[in-house]
Nanobody, 128 residues
Framework: VQLQASGGGQVQAGASLRLSCAGSGRTVSSYDMAWFRQPPGKEREFVAGIGWSGDTIIYADSVKGRFTISRDNVKNTAYLHLINLKPEDTAVYYC??????????????????????WGQGTLVTVSS
């Protein structure tokens, strides 16, 4: 499966954005999906994940209450809605997907090594 991330941009603190991650090549309806981000000079970090069915959603503590992950399996797309953006949210945002095995029970992993498919990244820059 190929992933295409889009929706990044340069915004002021307090603004909102919606990132999209469009899958192609095959349906992602059986895939757990997630968003990670990599701030300048730092390691890639988990932001949010959503299980294949949409029933299980998890967030990093730093974005809880501000970011919302969702998916539309008909459109083969996952989304990340970001509100009340802060300068520390500045990063390249990556979407990721991995076929969800039964043993995972639909819980998306928090570690990047568990994801086999990655989008190219979309840059979010938040100025104060």
């Amino acid at each position: 499966v190929q992933l295409q991330a889009s929706g990044g941009g340069q915004v002021q603190a307090g603004a909102s954005l919606r990132l999209s991650c469009a899958g192609s090549g095959r349906t992602v309806s059986s895939y757990d999906m997630a968003w990670f981000r990599q701030p300048p000079g730092k390691e890639r970090e988990f932001v949010a994940g959503i299980g294949w069915s949409g029933d299980t959603i998890i967030y990093a503590d730093s974005v809880k209450g501000r970011f919302t992950i969702s998916r539309d399996n008909v459109k083969n797309t996952a989304y990340l809605h970001l509100i009340n953006l802060k300068p520390e949210d500045t990063a390249v945002y990556y979407c990721a997907a991995d076929y969800s095995p039964r043993t995972r029970y639909g819980v998306p992993p928090r570690v990047p090594q568990e994801y086999a498919h990655w989008g190219q990244g979309t840059l979010v820059t938040v100025s104060s």
